[in-house]
């Protein structure tokens, strides 16, 4: 996008933090995002420039699609935390580093083959339950990345978490899928 | 490419000036078109003082189309050019379309879409749904007593990207300008939420003629934002009544029908559905051509059995919707039923029982579309002031993916993402020395390309020779605000670059749309390349207007030189706009727009830089 160049200091090509005007932190308040995000999807949407020609048109895509892409990475607290780890140099790897403990790795493993017979079996209760365990297990992890990358500065621990998190995260979106197939 | 902006050459449009601007709710079974008049959204009726308008449409051999209750009146009579609930087939193969077997029409499986052969010649669902536009078009004009600046029209949330594209070739083939496509529970939702001004989490329930929607969306003061989306673009009433025609023959043990007789049950199938909105049971009663009667009786009960997994269907899609918003029924605030067939009494009971509230009724179902469009057609044509204004985010209802190795999709960008959005995905070479691939662009939710809808495929051709998988292929998704999806492609080791804008296999080509423009031009015996001059200089008007106005608002972040630079081309387009030349026009716009680029890029750098100072340049209220 040739305009970045010829904009010094741009919002647009700065980090997603910085687009919305927030400290750089794992700690969110998560109305306060919402209100930054509206405010600036309010300022550059397209739907601001339906009367103006097509270049500011495109303008206005580019942007509201760059703000858009700011809030779903930071409205998630995993996504957040392995955008924030990325930007401190701490890069979690999650598609590549699969270096992991074995006893979660086994653990793991075994929760999702349990849930696969569950939705062979129907077992509505079973995944609820699951579900339910897993969310916890979930929240708590959020919890902690709080903890390790804000005020401990943990950031390689953090990273592991968060390696740890993106598998979580994974097998809730098959237990919902599971959840939908026995129950439709 | 803007269409229908005529203005007077010494016309020239004042800022602030009122639009005129409409909303169109193209449905299944009827259109309406509305507009806001005095702050009130209206909805406009014919010269009879009907509202509604038909969406039929009846050609004749001397190619006449009629369009309405003028066409309605032939559905039976003449069944084969009389097309109803021409929706179903737009953006659709032949393939897609359900019970096309009982339908009386002599379908021709062209390549993208199916198009309808009829005493008029071949017609595509676009240009019968445009016959249908340009009838809402002038409606508009009549009641406005102008030119209309723009339109929104709506779609099914869940229509996909051939549908929307579908949709706005057909507005764009009737002459219209189109602001926006709006999701229609979205719509509806505006309608609601400012009439009544609501907060909270709102569930839109819309059962049209033959679309379902379920939007999820989060209502704020000045905001409307859309949660999550589902449905079903091929379920609605028209499933209802196919239901009671079905049983209808089933019970009076019917050999085969003519046409004629096939109509007239449809007919008298939907009748009687519409009856049991109000009593308890619905006589049925036809004379055949073959002289044959059938005398039944549809008691509540019985329609509530053979429609039971049809509403079944929309109960599954709202709870999908509902998990995809994260989100539990306790925490939905209100349920606001849409659509002509949310009249059945069934619906109604249904959808309390799931969501454990009665279900609001206070807007009339069939019109609330409509409005909401009209009004947000009011505020895209600029005519509402700041800080009266709200902010619309939408999302797209279906993921966009691509083809990879054994015919699975890998996701690009998932379903309920907030639009505008891009995603890109990178892909390599599997062999070596390989030097073309080619990219297949799907959308739907299964991990099989087979059961998804084949958007567009095209041959990235180029590729320099490597060794397989050292090549870069970075795809990128983009769907804009319409909802429309375009691709480009670009290999990344090298830098080589091939960029090519892909528009569905379902869409039309550009040229396609212009010759289709210039038949209905030699029909209505208007000058093709006059109109498009006209719109070329309402179009360079604009751009002058939004340039002047926005040249007040921060001409300080221009350098003098900068400044000359756009005020010389400004000055050159104002002096060629009213020439008749339209590759000088052409040049002149391209030339202003070229100067002003960069200040576009840093006027909106800097009004977003400021958004969190306390002293924005535009009207914040969020």
């Avoid at chain 2, 929307?164 to 219209?176: F, I, N």
């Avoid at chain 2, 069939?366 to 009004?375: H, I, S």
């Avoid at chain 2, 050159?572 to 070229?594: E, G, T």
């Amino acid at each position: 996008m040739s305009f970045e160049n010829s904009v010094p200091g741009s919002k647009f090509s700065a980090d997603h933090f910085a687009l919305l005007d927030l400290p750089r932190q794992q700690g969110l308040d998560s109305a306060e995002l919402d209100r930054r995000f509206r405010r600036v999807q309010a300022l550059v949407h397209p739907d601001r420039y339906v009367q103006a020609g097509d270049a500011q048109q495109r303008l206005a895509m580019q942007w509201a699609t760059r703000v858009n892409e700011a809030y779903q990475v930071l409205k998630p607290p995993g996504q957040r935390a392995l955008y924030l780890l990325t930007l401190l140099g701490f890069d979690p790897q999650v598609e590549s580093n699969t270096a992991m403990p074995v006893a979660f790795l086994m653990q793991q493993m075994e929760f999702r083959e349990e849930v696969m017979a569950a939705r062979a079996a129907s077992d509505e209760v079973f995944l609820e339950a699951a579900h339910a365990t897993l969310h916890r297990d979930i929240t708590e992890a959020h919890q902690q990345l709080i903890t390790l990358i804000d005020h401990q500065h943990d950031y390689k621990t953090a990273a592991e978490l968060v390696r740890k998190l993106m598998f979580q995260e994974k097998l809730l979106h098959e237990i919902n899928d599971a959840l939908e197939a026995v129950t439709s | 490419m803007a269409l229908l902006q005529i203005a007077e050459p010494d016309e020239s449009v004042a800022p602030h000036q009122h639009r005129l601007a409409i909303g169109i709710d193209l449905g299944t079974t009827n259109s309406l078109v509305a507009t806001v008049r005095s702050g009130m959204s209206v909805v406009l009726s014919d010269e009879k003082g009907h509202p509604l308008l038909p969406s039929v449409v009846r050609y004749s051999a001397d190619g006449k189309a009629d369009v309405g209750y003028a066409a309605e009146f032939w559905k039976s009579l003449d069944p084969k050019n009389t097309i109803v609930s021409v929706k179903r087939f737009m953006g659709r193969g032949h393939a897609d379309i359900a019970h096309g077997e009982t339908l009386p029409y002599d379908f021709v499986d062209a390549q993208g879409m199916v198009k309808i052969r009829t005493v008029a010649g071949i017609k595509s669902p676009v240009e019968i749904s445009a016959e249908i536009l340009k009838i809402l078009r002038l409606r508009g004009e009549a009641a406005l007593g102008g030119e209309i600046t723009g339109a929104v029209i709506t779609v099914p949330a869940y229509f996909d990207d051939a549908q929307r594209q579908a949709t706005k070739d057909a507005a764009q083939l009737a002459g219209l300008n189109v602001l926006r496509l709006l999701n229609e529970p979205t719509a509806a939702a505006i309608a609601y939420g400012l009439d009544n001004a609501a907060e909270g989490i709102y569930a839109i329930f819309d059962l049209g003629g033959g679309t379902f929607d379920i939007s999820v969306l989060r209502l704020a003061k000045g905001i409307f934002e859309v949660l999550a989306t589902g449905g079903d673009s091929a379920l609605g009433g028209d499933d209802f009544d196919h239901r009671v025609f079905c049983w209808i023959i089933e019970q009076a043990g019917l050999k085969p029908l003519t046409l004629h007789d096939t109509r007239l049950l449809q007919g008298h199938a939907r009748e009687a559905k519409e009856y049991l909105s109000q009593h308890g049971e619905a006589p049925i009663t036809v004379k055949l051509s073959s002289g044959e009667y059938v005398d039944l009786v549809l008691t509540t009960d019985i329609f509530t059995e053979i429609t039971r997994t049809l509403v079944q269907k929309t109960l599954s899609a709202t709870k999908k919707a509902l998990r995809d918003a994260g989100l539990t029924v306790a925490e939905v605030r209100g349920v606001v039923m849409v659509g002509g067939s949310t009249r059945m009494p069934q619906i109604q009971r249904a959808v309390g029982e799931l969501f454990k509230q009665e279900p609001l009724n206070n807007l009339d179902p069939d019109k609330v579309v409509a409005l909401g469009a009209a009004m947000q057609a009011n505020l895209l044509a600029g005519n509402r002031a700041a800080g009266d204004d709200w902010l619309l985010l939408d999302v797209i209802p279906l993921s966009l993916g691509l083809e990879t190795m054994g015919g699975l999709v890998e996701k690009v960008i998932p379903r309920n993402s907030t639009i505008p959005v891009a995603r890109a995905q990178e892909f390599t070479t599997f062999k070596d020395g390989q030097t073309a691939m080619s990219v297949h662009v799907v959308q739907g939710e299964r991990d099989l390309v087979s059961v998804c809808r084949s958007l567009a495929r095209f041959e990235l051709r180029g590729i320099p020779p490597m060794v397989a998988g050292a090549a870069r292929i970075r795809v990128t998704f983009q769907v804009d605000a319409d909802g429309l999806l375009s691709v480009s492609a670009r290999e990344q080791t090298t830098g080589h670059e091939a960029r090519i804008e892909v528009k569905p296999s379902y869409g039309l080509t550009d040229n396609e749309i212009s010759e289709m423009l210039k038949d209905g031009f030699s029909h209505a015996r208007e000058d093709a390349s006059l109109r498009a001059l006209r719109e070329l200089q309402v179009e360079a008007r604009r751009l002058l207007e939004a340039i002047h106005s926005a040249l007040i608002g921060s001409a300080e972040i221009l350098s003098p030189g900068e400044r000359a630079r756009i005020d010389a081309a400004m000055l050159h387009l104002q002096n060629v706009v009213d020439s008749d030349d339209r590759p000088v026009i052409d040049a002149a716009m391209n030339a202003l727009s070229d100067a002003t680029n960069a200040f576009a890029a840093r006027r909106m750098d800097q009004s977003v830089q400021q958004a969190f100072t306390g002293k924005n340049i535009d009207q914040v209220t969020l």
